[in-house]
């Protein structure tokens, strides 16, 4: 009778110790502040290693010529990088949602179409909202298209992960990019002109011709990836199609 | 004589890679070696002078007479990739040597914005003539050819020269190509591509 009673307290006991742990961990989950959870899950991880790890501009060396072409002013620069954030996000979505149905031997022309058809429509979106900034970006809004990382998220991404996953993705590379020209933008202009989003800093400075010509933009780019490369020189330097 | 002006002028003035930034992540990417940056340089004009008329053909024959305008992009881009594939195929059946030498590069050149963006400004920025856009075509194909061939000798030069470790690749490569932009200025002025057009 004793025997079982203290059985009976020790069970007892352990249930309590079970049920008490499993309260915490349910107490527990929710206690953890979403600031501190958020970069645990997969698709901050990628939305992370896309901005930096992988900069499009400085470490893959990719889209090249908008980088150059639209980053003569900062809100240019600017423009340009949420014009191809916008289009590349619609696309990787897109493809990640069809990536069923696109047959693997034809999946590049279909890709290559799909990612036309949003750019298309960034490109209609500029011209009717804002016409001057869509005239002072001219062709490189169009020659999104051919911006080697729009169809490398889609080929290398969303063809394989679902539309949510692929969004962060796409997003990610976005900012990256559109953080990249903003920067570029933003030196060049200072130099260039003296001045940052139209509105005069310095007064009575003498413009840098260069920073405004295309020599410059190859200079700043240049600077830029060897400074990058010097402070973090892990992770991959790129410089292909 | 507005022909010959026209392919000086998108050799030395309008300089496809140099003054509007086309094509230059080959430009980076292939100009490591001497063969393979005039392998890409020779394709890039086969395929440039090829896809400028063609397009041109279609926005003029095809896409204003049926006011399809907004299609435009989406056109472009399949019959370069198109054209891209029958150069291809056709090299490949007829010219085994030219093939052999430049095949690997042929299936970049899709993605090269060269084309496209050539075929953009010739034809939608600049609304060039038929034979005009033609001499645009080879024109901006041999100065491009000219830009990376220009640039992988002097990065073979650049091999043993002491460079910072940072700078070392596509850094080097891009301030190079910054120095060239510059030397290239002294010809602006001359011509003006702009003028020719309608």
Redesign the interface.
């Known amino acids: 009778m004793l025997f079982v009673a203290k059985a009976g307290q020790k069970e007892l006991r352990q249930m309590a110790a079970e049920v008490k742990t499993t309260t915490m961990q349910q107490a527990s989950a929710p206690a953890i502040p979403l600031t501190q959870r958020l970069p645990q899950t997969k698709g901050w991880k990628e939305l992370v290693r896309d901005i930096w790890d992988d900069n499009p501009t400085f470490r893959m060396?990719?889209?090249?010529?908008p980088?150059?072409?639209a980053t003569n002013m900062a809100i240019n620069g600017m423009a340009q990088g949420l014009a191809t954030l916008v289009a590349t996000v619609a696309s990787s979505v897109t493809v990640a949602a069809l990536r069923t149905l696109i047959p693997a031997e034809v999946r590049l022309?279909a890709y290559?179409?799909i990612i036309?058809?949003w750019?298309?429509i960034v490109?209609?979106f500029l011209r009717a909202y804002l016409p001057p900034l869509s005239a002072a970006l001219?062709?490189y809004v169009?020659?999104i298209?051919?911006?080697?990382f729009v169809?490398g998220r889609a080929e290398a991404f969303a063809s394989q992960n679902s539309p949510g996953l692929s969004a962060l993705d796409a997003l990610g590379v976005g900012l990256g990019f559109t953080m990249s020209l903003t920067l570029l933008g933003i030196i060049r202009e200072l130099l260039g002109f003296g001045s940052l989003f139209g509105i005069q800093i310095f007064s009575g400075w003498t413009p840098w011709v260069?920073m405004i010509?295309?020599?410059?933009?190859?200079?700043v780019?240049?600077?830029y990836?060897?400074?990058?490369?010097?402070?973090s020189?892990g992770g991959q330097?790129?410089?292909?199609? | 004589m507005d022909i010959f002006l026209i392919v000086l002028g998108a050799i030395l003035t309008n300089n496809i890679l140099?003054?509007?930034?086309?094509?230059?992540?080959?430009f980076?990417?292939v100009s490591g070696e001497y063969a393979s940056a005039s392998g890409m340089g020779m394709a890039v004009i086969f395929v440039l002078t090829m896809t400028l008329p063609a397009n041109w053909l279609i926005k003029h024959f095809v896409l204003d007479p049926l006011g399809v305008g907004?299609?435009s992009?989406?056109v472009y881009?399949?019959t370069i990739?198109f054209l891209v594939q029958v150069v291809e195929m056709f090299m490949k059946r007829f010219l085994p040597a030219l093939y052999s030498s430049l095949g690997i590069f042929l299936p970049?050149i899709?993605?090269?914005?060269a084309?496209?963006?050539g075929v953009?400004?010739a034809i939608?920025?600049w609304n060039l003539g038929f034979m005009q856009s033609v001499a645009y075509g080879f024109g901006g194909g041999v100065g491009w050819a000219l830009a990376i061939i220009l640039m992988a000798a002097i990065r073979e030069r650049l091999r043993f020269a002491p460079i910072?470790?940072?700078?070392k690749?596509?850094?080097?490569?891009?301030?190079i190509?910054?120095?060239m932009?510059?030397s290239f200025?002294g010809f602006s002025g001359m011509i003006n591509i702009r003028d020719f057009g309608g």
Do not use: Q, R, W
């Open positions: 060396i990719l889209a090249m010529c980088t150059m072409g022309p290559m179409i036309a058809f750019v298309t490109d209609i001219g062709p169009p020659l298209i051919t911006n080697c169809l260069i010509i295309p020599a410059g933009a190859f200079l780019v240049g600077l990836v060897g400074i990058v490369k010097h402070f020189p330097i790129g410089g292909g199609s | 140099l003054t509007t930034f086309l094509g230059i992540c080959p980076i990417g907004y299609l992009l989406i881009i399949v990739a970049l899709t993605v090269n914005c084309i496209l963006g953009l400004f939608a920025t910072p470790e940072g700078l690749g596509p850094g080097i490569a891009l301030i190509a910054g120095l932009a510059m200025v």
